[in-house]
């Protein structure tokens, strides 16, 4: 059974920092692109970046040069580093595996991040 565990959220003020982490448990996790969505009150569920196995990774425009996503292959685990945090930052952040070469994708269950101005 695949688990995904967000982990590291909080409340920050605009300008400071905060790493998020997702251990995953239960599938190969060399064969996923792994990936950070967040959704904030009221709003669709957005991407915020993803990894590859290789470690390539793509960003939202609004997060690039901020945030930074990393994988740990040998602890199945993936990161989102966020810095010079923004209020409009404030979100629900998810952990999502998506299996390459297939439809199957796995979500963790969140972790708040709110950013205060």
């Known amino acids: 059974q695949v688990q995904l565990v967000e982990s590291g959220g909080g409340l920050v003020q605009a300008g400071g920092s905060l790493r998020l982490s997702c251990a995953a448990s239960?599938?190969?996790?060399?064969?996923?692109?792994m990936g950070w969505y967040r959704q904030a009150p009221g709003k669709q569920r957005e991407l915020v970046g993803t990894i590859r196995n290789g470690g390539g990774t793509t960003y939202e425009d609004s997060v690039k040069g901020r945030f930074t996503i990393s994988r740990d292959n040998a602890k199945n685990a993936v990161y989102l580093q966020m810095n010079s945090l923004k209020p409009e930052d404030t979100a629900v952040y998810y952990c999502n595996a998506r299996r390459i070469g297939t439809t199957m994708s796995y979500w963790g269950q969140g972790t708040q991040v709110t950013v205060s101005s």
């Open positions: 239960g599938m190969i996790f060399s064969l996923n692109v």
